[in-house]
Structures are given as structure tokens and as C-alpha cells.
């Protein structure tokens, strides 16, 4: 029902007495062409699908490298490892959003006095106070906080393949990384495929980190504004900038679509593929 809702509040526009009318796809043009909403929208998809690219890449990579490592039979402790690199995911956004910014923090961060014991001072900016920077350090510390759902998504992949695949292989003298890049990476392409399609959907629904660490106004100057900080300005305003339930469901309308059309893709581009693959 809030889904439909929300569908059925787009279509409808608020007058100076609060009596919405039916506008029908009024909202959305709005949205899409009159520079007043369209240069924050826009601004905000290009800074989500940064977002997104950054986790896919950054995310993943790190996680099937640790899921990798965690799978090798001889490692010892690797329960504790596994507990250690998925906790941070446990932990609260706000705690992790407060924590890192006072590691960054240019006045009493611990960050810049850390790069200077390695003669590394020079190093240091104010990575969350720079535009040009702002977004990749936020994304870099969600990277941080969450890549311990593909990790273990990946290695229990890695431990599902059958050993006579691998034994066999290493009879016949493949060395490791072979045996990884041509069997087991293979192998474990649906996983990667859910992980892929799992984030994509959780990016284009973040919120809470970025707002958090920066505000609803997603500074400096929006460069880190995505959809969701841009749906809550929209909706419920802020500071001085009355919110808008018809225009603000407009955006969620919007945000959607755009995961629809994501997860279509997946199920009818990658997850054929996936499938035509492994036939």
C-alpha cells in the first residue's frame, strides 16, 4: 500500500490552500526539465551512480579478495577473521558516520598525526571538505563499513565448490591462480551477479550515511548529494525550504524506476548470460 501510494501522490499537486489535484505526469516533467528541480535531480543521479561504481568496483573486489583468503583450508584463526572484517557492517551508520569524521577531522582527527609518524603529513587534506573529494571519501568509508556482506556472500560460494574440481586441477599441475581465475572464479559468477544486483539496489536507497556525516544538504556545496538526501529535502524540507509530499513522491517514483530498470536488466541481461555460461 505505501508503494501505491506514493505512486498516487505524483500524479497530484498541492495549492496555496494544501487541496491536491490530479496533474497526471506534470510532477515528473517538472522533475526532469525545469532547471529549478532538474539541475539538483541530475546532480543527484550523477553523484549516485559514483556511488555505485565505486562500491562495485572498490566493494567487490576487496570482498572476493578477502573471501579468497578466507577459504584457503591451511589459514588458521579464520572464524575470527570472518567476525572481525563483518562487524563493522553491524554497527550503527550514525556511530560509524560520527567515528570517521573525527579520524578525518583537520582539527582533532587522528588521521593527519598517523600519516605524519611515516613522514606522510604532507599527505592529509580535509577530504570530506572538499568537493572534488568529498563523495569518493564517503563512498570509500561505506566500502569500509559494508564489504562484509559480499565477503561472506563470496566465501560461502567458495567453500560450496566441490573439492574433486580442485584436486583434479592440481593433479594436473595447474598452478593456483589458474585454478582460481579458470575454476573457481567461474564457478561462483551467480554469486557475483547477486552481489552486483544487491548493491546496485541498496546504493540508489542510501541515505543514511551521507546524511550522518553531511547533513541533508549533502555538502560541500551538494557534492555529495544523492537520491535519497535529495528525496528527503524534497519531501520534508529543510532549514528554511518548505517540503513538497506530491514533488517528494515524484522523486521516490523516480528512484523506482531506476532500480526497476536495474534489477529487469539483471534478470533478463546478466542473469541469462549467468545462465548460458554455466550451461
Known amino acids: 500500500y505505501p508503494l501505491i501510494d506514493t505512486i498516487r501522490l505524483s500524479l497530484y499537486r498541492a495549492d496555496d490552500t494544501g487541496q491536491t489535484h490530479f496533474v497526471g505526469l506534470a510532477n515528473f516533467v517538472i522533475l526532469l526539465t525545469d532547471p529549478v528541480w532538474a539541475a539538483p535531480f541530475w546532480n543527484a543521479f550523477r553523484n549516485n551512480l559514483v556511488f555505485f561504481a565505486i562500491h562495485i568496483v572498490v566493494q567487490t573486489s576487496i570482498g572476493l579478495a578477502l573471501a579468497s583468503l578466507l577459504s584457503l583450508p591451511n589459514l588458521k584463526g579464520a572464524s575470527v577473521y570472518r567476525t572481525l572484517l563483518f562487524m563493522p557492517t553491524m554497527l550503527s551508520v550514525v556511530i560509524i558516520g560520527f567515528i570517521w569524521q ?5 582539527l582533532w582527527g587522528v588521521a593527519k598525526g598517523f600519516l605524519s609518524t611515516f613522514g606522510l603529513a604532507s599527505l592529509f587534506h580535509p577530504w570530506l571538505g572538499q568537493e572534488s573529494t568529498a563523495l569518493i571519501t564517503v563512498s570509500l568509508i561505506s566500502v569500509w563499513q ?17 573439492d574433486d574440481l580442485i584436486d583434479a586441477a ?4 595447474a598452478p593456483a591462480f589458474h585454478v582460481f581465475w579458470q575454476i573457481r572464479l567461474p564457478l ?4 557475483l551477479g ?7 539496489v541498496g546504493n540508489f536507497n542510501a541515505f543514511d550515511l551521507i546524511y550522518a556525516m553531511k547533513g541533508a544538504q549533502a555538502g560541500p556545496n551538494y557534492h555529495t548529494d544523492i537520491l535519497g538526501t ?3 529535502r524534497t519531501f520534508f524540507g529543510y532549514q528554511l525550504s518548505p517540503g513538497s509530499p506530491t514533488m517528494g513522491a515524484a ?3 523516480m528512484m523506482l524506476l531506476i532500480i526497476l530498470v536495474g534489477v529487469l536488466f539483471y534478470l533478463f541481461g ?9 550451461a
Open 270 to 278: 546478466v542473469q541469462r548470460k549467468l545462465q548460458h555460461h554455466l
Open 170 to 173: 592440481s593433479v594436473d599441475g
Open 194 to 200: 547477486v552481489v552486483s544486483i544487491l548493491t546496485f
Open 146 to 162: 559494508f564489504v562484509g556482506i559480499p565477503m561472506i556472500l563470496i566465501y560461502a560460494a567458495l567453500i560450496n565448490i566441490p
Open 188 to 191: 561462483i559468477y551467480p554469486t
Open 251 to 253: 522523486v521516490a517514483t
Open 230 to 232: 535529495f528525496f528527503y
Open 102 to 106: 573525527l579520524i578525518l577531522s583537520p
